[in-house]
């Protein structure tokens, strides 16, 4: 089993729509990141979290420790916002990679 | 200055040939990492720097070197590469190894190894 799984795999919505995107980690972390890549591009940081809730824009992303659980939620969806996102977790200053949700969004 | 500079931003090289990748950055961080990342799946970390000192990931080949010059550089020297090592090379750098602190992460070096 994976330290780090996301869900779902795959996620194809149509313009306009609330995406939600869920990591859950099975090992201690002291931070969890979500980053955005484009097809053959760099990776974008979007957040670093270590509790609660952030916003930018039009992305949400919340981290329950207890639970081991974080969702990224992206509102009024656009086709620019098709990417992978990827969960990553800081353990024991290493950064652990889920393995990226892949999200189209169709105008 | 919130970025993470690479160059180039595409190699084509071949088996024989001796290259470097460079990344750079102006923000102070004092920690800078090496990437790899193949088709469809997360980075791999292949090195740190960190406060001028370098870890390894074991499990990369002696032909692939890093090189620090100084805290806002780091190379990554290319040598009698492989078709698989083939990728997307990814630079990032923190303002420390801490827990808390983000990374920032470069566009990325898309390496073709013929």
């Known amino acids: 089993k994976n330290e780090v799984e996301q869900s779902p795999q795959n996620l194809t919505a149509q313009e306009g729509e609330f995406i939600t995107i869920n990591c859950s980690y099975s090992?201690?972390?002291?931070?969890l990141h979500w980053l955005q890549q484009h097809p053959g591009g760099g990776i974008v940081s979007l957040f670093m979290?270590?509790?609660?809730?952030k916003k930018h824009g039009r992305l949400i992303a919340t981290i329950n420790i207890q639970e081991k659980h974080s969702s990224l939620h992206i509102t009024a969806s656009h086709p620019r916002d098709s990417a992978v996102y990827i969960c990553?977790?800081?353990?024991?200053?290493?950064?652990?990679w889920g393995a990226g949700t892949k999200l189209i969004i169709k105008p | 200055d919130t970025e993470v500079t690479q160059t180039p931003k595409h190699l084509v090289m071949g088996m024989t040939n001796k290259k470097s990748l460079k990344c750079e950055q102006h923000?102070?961080?004092?920690?800078m990492y090496w990437y790899k990342q193949k088709a469809k799946k997360p980075p791999e970390l292949m090195f740190v720097?960190?406060?001028?000192?370098?870890?390894i990931n074991e499990s990369v080949p002696s032909r692939f070197s890093p090189e620090c010059p100084n805290s806002s550089l780091l190379n990554l020297h290319l040598h009698a590469l492989q078709p698989e090592d083939s990728a997307l090379y990814l630079c990032a750098s923190s303002q420390d190894q801490g827990r808390l602190h983000g990374q920032y992460f470069g566009p990325g070096t898309r390496l073709t190894v013929l």
């Open positions: 090992v201690g972390i002291s931070a």
């Open positions: 923000m102070g961080h004092r920690a």
């Open positions: 979290l270590s509790s609660g809730k």
């Open positions: 720097y960190s406060y001028e000192k370098l870890s």
């Open positions: 990553a977790v800081v353990n024991n200053y290493q950064l652990i």
